[in-house]
Antibody, heavy 120, light 111 residues
């Protein structure tokens, strides 16, 4: 059974850093496209980043330079390193498995999400 | 402001049919990129409802169907049930942004 479990969220001060984890089971992270999607309070879903199986990573333009997506094959886990956090990064962060080819990707399995709150 | 435009809300009575539109442009749906649909209940993981314009994943009831034409797409739900009350999102890729994009979401209320 495919399962994704996020962790690492919490309360962080503006300017701080946080690393989110997404532990996968039932499939191999490194063989798949993996993505992070976030939802700010009262807002819709917003794509954050994607990591292709070939190792290429892409980011939402507004997040480039502050967020880094990575994976650990030995742990079958996806990560999102976030730095210089701002109040508008406050959101529930979901990890999701991507299916498709290059740009035509849908997200067929999602985790329950982890809440990141950026506040002093 | 999302590049994929959805109505903020729709409503219908149990048993009725409802449609949710998703309007894009020449850099996403009009460029031939697929559209996908998700159902999201608050506090839960989003669920893939339709992939590649018209296809239902295993386990999704055939009450859910979708279509795509040029720069727009539509999700239809027939035989509405109380459990269908959720937020629905369309998603595609936008070549101008170089990003995967979601519609703003549509809140479905079953009256």
């Amino acid at each position: 059974e495919v399962q994704l479990v996020e962790s690492g969220g919490g309360l962080i001060q503006p300017g701080g850093s946080l690393r989110l984890s997404c532990a996968a089971s039932g499939f191999t992270v490194s063989d798949n496209y993996m993505s992070w999607v976030r939802q700010a309070p009262g807002k819709g879903l917003e794509w954050v980043s994607i990591l292709y199986s070939n190792g290429k990573a892409y980011y939402a333009e507004s997040l480039k330079g502050r967020f880094t997506i990575s994976r650990d094959s030995s742990q079958n886990t996806l990560y999102l390193q976030m730095k210089s956090l701002r109040a508008d990064d406050t959101a529930v962060y979901f990890c999701a498995r991507g299916v498709g080819t290059f740009e035509d990707v849908d997200f067929d399995f999602w985790g329950q999400g982890t809440l990141v709150t950026v506040s002093s | 402001q999302s590049v994929l435009t959805q109505p903020p809300s729709v409503s219908a009575a149990p048993g009725q049919r409802v449609t949710i539109s998703c309007t894009g442009s020449s850099s996403n749906l009009g460029a031939g990129y697929d559209v996908h649909w998700y159902q999201h209940l608050p506090g839960a993981a989003p669920k893939l409802l339709i992939y590649a314009n018209t296809n239902r994943p295993s386990g999704v009831p055939d009450r859910f169907s979708a279509s795509k034409s040029a720069t727009s797409a539509s999700l239809a739900i027939t035989g509405l049930q109380a459990e269908d009350e959720a937020d629905y999102y369309c998603q595609s890729y936008d070549s101008s942004l170089g990003a995967w994009v979601f519609g703003g979401g549509t809140e479905l209320t079953v009256l």
